[in-house]
Each structure stands twice: as structure tokens, then as C-alpha cells.
């Protein structure tokens, strides 16, 4: 039973070192890139607005929000690397999986999910949840 038990867990960790990694190359690659091209098209537009004497405070709240969403993603991913190089027996690698690197995981979806909420369809890198639900392309 024990034999089973530890290669459940080391099963577990392997799948969760996969995708905290695949998460990791996703949100480099894909989700900070894209939501820093959103954010230089507020930071335009409010420039654009600003100069022909209008104020724009919500634009300039939203690029804020932006900016603020996109460091907190570069700070989640910088800590889920830090945390995914953890090695030890099986059970302090689930507990520190469980503690450390599924908490950070939930903390960048959240971040990407907000972004999602905010980004125009044509910068979000991904299909958005609309589209996976009620998507009728075949």
C-alpha cells in the first residue's frame, strides 16, 4: 500500500511540475507580452487624448489597473520558478506543491483572468472562456 501510495504522489508531482512549467512558458511567452501591447495602446490613447486637451481619468485608472495586473504577473511567475525547483522525499514535495506552487498557480489565473476581462479579443493570445462555451466553429 505504501508502494502505491508514494507513486501516486511522485505521479502527482511529476503532472504538476509539467504544468506549473507549461503555465510558466504560457504567461512569458503569451500572456505578459500581449498584455503589455494592451497596455501601450492605453498609454497611447490617453496620450493622444491628453494632448488634445481632454482628460481621460477612467483610461488613465484602467492603464493603471493594467500595469498593476501585469507587474503582479511578473511577480507570480518569478516566485512559481523559484518554487518549482523544490526537491525533496515525496512527501515535502506534495506538501510544498499543496503550500506553495498550487497557491501561486490560482494567484496567476486570477491575474490572467482579470486581464481576460479587460484586453481586447484581438490582443488575448488565448481563446477567452466565451468562445471555448459558446464557440459554434467546427
Known sequence: LDARYGTMVEQSIKLLRIECRTLQNIVRTAMIPCAMRFQAELADTIGATQGCGVECPGAEAQLKDVAGMVESLRAAV??????????????????????????????????????????????????????????TRH
Open 78 to 135: 518569478a516566485k512559481l520558478e523559484k518554487s518549482d525547483d523544490f526537491h525533496g522525499d515525496h512527501g515535502d514535495e506534495a506538501k510544498h506543491f499543496r503550500d506553495t506552487v498550487l497557491p501561486t498557480m490560482l494567484e496567476i489565473r486570477k491575474l490572467c483572468d482579470g486581464l481576460e476581462k479587460v484586453m481586447p479579443a484581438d490582443l488575448y493570445p488565448m481563446p477567452t472562456y466565451a468562445e471555448l462555451l459558446f464557440s
